[in-house]
């Protein structure tokens, strides 16, 4: 079964400094990887996902993530954060084309600082 | 691009009582809905997937008395929590499968379920 570890639950980061979230999966093919953010009270909007191909990938407000296969890794980069990036990021994993059951990991949580 | 809706956005209900929660694809036909619960400060936990003119199926622990799906539509999945207690007070998330080109999968923004 496929799973997701996101190991930090919080982080905290100045306004304008870089970031990186860790995600680690587990899956036993090559997996169909996402990063969601989730504002207080609100839904899920994706930032970027992986599918194939190059395995840097570049999503929406400034962020990108890397496929590491051989790390099982997805981490998630900014090299400037705004204050408006603060929110809960979700690593989540499909088992690939045509199932789009997504296991999530556990999230982090960030914390923007003046 | 593509908007799911979900409604009501908070509700509040005694115990007891049945609450229904609403996913609508507005500009896609979604053959495929999946309804996710969220406990506070915790992930996000797959319940169950709805299916366009045949019966949901539930993830493993997941009571299919309790947490009816109906998905009558190509536009509208409906959870209904029925008799609902304080431990099932939890956010409630639904998403819409398109299977056309382009993205695919797409998120309502939730309801807060508070159950007294």
């Known amino acids: 079964a496929q799973s997701v570890t996101q190991p930090d639950i919080h982080i905290t980061v100045s306004e304008g400094a870089s970031l990186e979230l860790r995600c680690n999966y587990s899956?036993?093919?090559?997996?169909?990887l996402f990063w969601y953010v989730q504002s207080p009270g609100q839904g899920l909007q994706l930032l970027l996902k992986?599918?194939?191909?190059?395995?840097l990938v570049q999503g929406i407000k400034g962020f990108e993530a890397e496929f590491k296969r051989s790390q099982s890794s997805f981490n998630l980069r900014k090299p400037s954060v705004h204050w408006s990036d603060a929110a809960e990021y979700f690593c989540?994993?499909?088992?690939?084309?045509?199932?789009?059951?997504?296991?999530f990991g556990t999230g982090t949580r960030l914390t923007i600082i003046p | 691009g593509a908007v799911v809706s979900q409604h009501p956005s908070r509700v509040i209900c005694k115990s007891g009582t049945s609450v229904k929660i609403e996913c609508r694809s507005l500009d896609f036909q979604a053959t495929t809905m999946f309804w996710y619960r969220q406990f506070p400060k915790q992930s996000l936990m797959l319940m169950a997937t709805?299916?366009?003119?045949?019966?949901?199926?539930?993830e493993q622990g997941v009571e299919k008395d309790k947490f009816l799906i109906n998905h009558a539509s190509l536009t509208l999945s409906t959870l209904t929590v029925t008799s609902a207690h304080p431990e099932d007070s939890s956010f409630y998330i639904c998403?819409?499968?398109?299977?056309?080109?382009?993205?695919?999968?797409?998120f309502g923004s939730g309801t807060q379920l508070s159950v007294l």
């Open positions: 998403s819409a499968l398109n299977r056309g080109g382009g993205e695919k999968l797409f």
């Open positions: 899956y036993g093919a090559t997996p169909y």
């Open positions: 989540a994993v499909a088992g690939g084309f045509g199932n789009e059951k997504l296991t």
């Open positions: 709805s299916n366009e003119g045949s019966k949901a199926t539930y």
């Open positions: 992986y599918f194939s191909g190059d395995t």
